[in-house]
């Protein structure tokens, strides 16, 4: 080891420098110069597992990124970036599923299986108990009660199966997540009395007919007696999707922004993985807002936004942190307009605006056939939107034609150089005009 006592510079000096082509200086102590090398042994042993790194994800893809998956299971960020570069190389992972999912994420053909242990709340020990108990019957499991009835549930504990339950791992039994979550404690009990009328010899007859196997639908009958609750309606989308975020760090079933992603095209929003060719440019994003950081002591806050295609951090400074403040909460769905930059070798949004998605509205202009091809009318048509648009970067209600009746009529997406500011406004104005107008929301709520 050697300590450096003082520093200077001692102009140029020919100075032997293994693993480098120039030379990096420093004096020690008596005048003595020494290299600050990179040991060749060292370099060449990080080339060689860069290389081996490189063969093996460009040659067995699959593997590799099971592999890593599996590594990163207790890492819930690492999980979601690397299956987001799995859609990107078109290798499928596969949502939990007790019947076919290991400990670790493990490759079938183009497609990975989902490791269990990457699920919140679920031990090492409950995951081994599941996988021996189906591997030595060799047989799936075919309800909650079948699946209570033959683990352990010394070892798997509810909590441990209700979190199963809530990512999906029992879907490809029953679905309906919502009852199966009601189902559980009754179950549960029936199963522990039913292991403990065995150990007495107090079987019922359809316990002894499973016990002989004599075929499938005695056994399948076996487990129509365990007991179940009042029948109700599964959980909603939205509640699905927030447990699996919980439990997993990401959406499994799909993503919240899938259902309106086709309605908001309209608005050309930018997808959050292409924002690195949007450097010092001014884009608007369909995101979810994942978190909020205040600052301390300024107007201001740190968000980090999500959309399907990945995440990325913004910065809302104290002139816009005043007009949004009351938009920045968790969860909300948003579109929000800003600048790319670069910031510490990290991509950011600087956020100007935003606005919820289900508030944003569209100006529908109906124009028949003789409208649409009168010069005078469109003239008229285009001072109108141009004097409501006014500042361009305000402006972000979009307008659209309906050209044609009937089955006739067809879309026509004005640019946003003739977006407006405000709907109700430019509605009014257009009847003035005498046109046709009215305003719709984006996004219509089912």
Same mark, same amino acid.
Request: net charge neutral.
């Given at each position: ?5 003082? $520093? ?6 020919? &100075?032997? *420098? ?26 060449? @042993? ?16 699959? !593997?590799?990124?099971? @592999? ?5 299971? *207790? ?24 019947? $076919? ?24 020990? @409950? ?8 591997? =030595?019957?060799?047989? /799936? ?14 070892? &798997?504990?509810?909590?441990?199966? %209700? ?10 039994? /029953? ?26 010899g107090q079987m019922n007859l359809f316990d002894l007919l499973g016990e002989k196997k004599l075929d499938k639908t005695s056994q399948e009958n076996n487990f129509d007696q365990a007991p179940s609750t009042t029948p109700v309606e599964d959980f909603s989308l939205a509640e699905k999707l927030k447990k699996e975020k919980e439990l997993l760090g990401f959406y499994i079933s799909e993503h919240p922004l899938t259902s309106i992603q086709n309605s908001t ?10 924002? !690195?060719?949007k450097i010092n440019k001014r884009v608007s994003t369909v995101v979810i807002l994942i978190s909020v950081k205040k600052h301390p002591s300024k107007p201001m806050a740190f968000l980090t936004l999500e959309d399907i295609s990945g995440t990325t951090e913004a910065v809302v400074f104290p002139n816009t942190y005043e007009k949004i403040k009351e938009l920045l909460i968790e969860d909300a769905h948003l579109i929000v307009w800003g600048k790319v930059n ?8 600087? &956020?100007? *605006? ?32 141009? %004097? ?6 305000? @402006? ?16 026509? $997406? ?7 500011? /405000? =709907? ?15 305003? &719709? ?6």
């Amino acid at each position: 080891m050697v300590k450096i006592i003082n $520093r200077q510079s001692v102009g140029i000096q020919p &100075v032997y *420098d293994i693993g480098v082509q120039k030379d990096h200086n420093f004096v020690l102590a008596n005048g003595l110069i020494a290299s600050n090398c990179f040991n060749k042994s060292h370099s060449t @042993a990080y080339a060689y597992v860069t290389y081996q790194t490189a063969y093996l994800k460009a040659n067995y893809p699959v !593997e590799y990124m099971a @592999a890593l998956l599996t590594a990163s299971s *207790d890492k819930q960020d690492k999980i979601e970036k690397y299956r987001e570069n799995c859609q990107r190389m078109n290798i499928e992972v596969l949502p939990p599923d007790i019947n $076919r999912c290991y400990l670790e994420f493990t490759p079938i053909k183009k497609q990975i299986l989902f490791g269990l242990a990457a699920i919140n709340g679920l031990g090492q020990k @409950a995951i081994e108990s599941i996988v021996k108990t189906r591997e =030595e019957t060799g047989e /799936n499991f075919t309800s909650l009660a079948d699946f209570c009835s033959r683990i352990d549930l010394d070892e &798997v504990q509810k909590k441990s199966i %209700e979190n199963l339950i809530l990512v999906g791992a029992f879907d490809s039994i /029953n679905c309906n997540r919502h009852q199966l979550t009601n189902d559980l404690e009754v179950a549960i009990n029936w199963a522990k009395k039913r292991a403990k009328d065995k150990e007495s010899g107090q079987m019922n007859l359809f316990d002894l007919l499973g016990e002989k196997k004599l075929d499938k639908t005695s056994q399948e009958n076996n487990f129509d007696q365990a007991p179940s609750t009042t029948p109700v309606e599964d959980f909603s989308l939205a509640e699905k999707l927030k447990k699996e975020k919980e439990l997993l760090g990401f959406y499994i079933s799909e993503h919240p922004l899938t259902s309106i992603q086709n309605s908001t095209q309209i608005l050309s929003p930018i997808n959050l993985s292409d924002l !690195e060719q949007k450097i010092n440019k001014r884009v608007s994003t369909v995101v979810i807002l994942i978190s909020v950081k205040k600052h301390p002591s300024k107007p201001m806050a740190f968000l980090t936004l999500e959309d399907i295609s990945g995440t990325t951090e913004a910065v809302v400074f104290p002139n816009t942190y005043e007009k949004i403040k009351e938009l920045l909460i968790e969860d909300a769905h948003l579109i929000v307009w800003g600048k790319v930059n670069r910031r510490d070798d990290k991509i950011q949004i600087v &956020v100007d *605006d935003a606005e919820p998605i289900e508030k944003v509205n569209m100006v529908m202009i109906r124009l028949n056939l003789q409208e649409a091809t009168d010069s005078l009318k469109q003239q008229n048509l285009k001072v109108i939107l141009q %004097e409501q648009s006014g500042d361009k970067n305000k @402006a972000k209600v979009p307008v659209i034609g309906i050209v044609g009746s009937g089955q006739q009529s067809q879309l026509v $997406r004005f640019g946003q150089n003739y977006w407006v500011q /405000n =709907e109700h406004t430019t509605v009014e104005a257009l009847f003035h005009a005498g046109f046709s107008a009215y305003a &719709v929301p984006l996004i219509v709520n089912s």
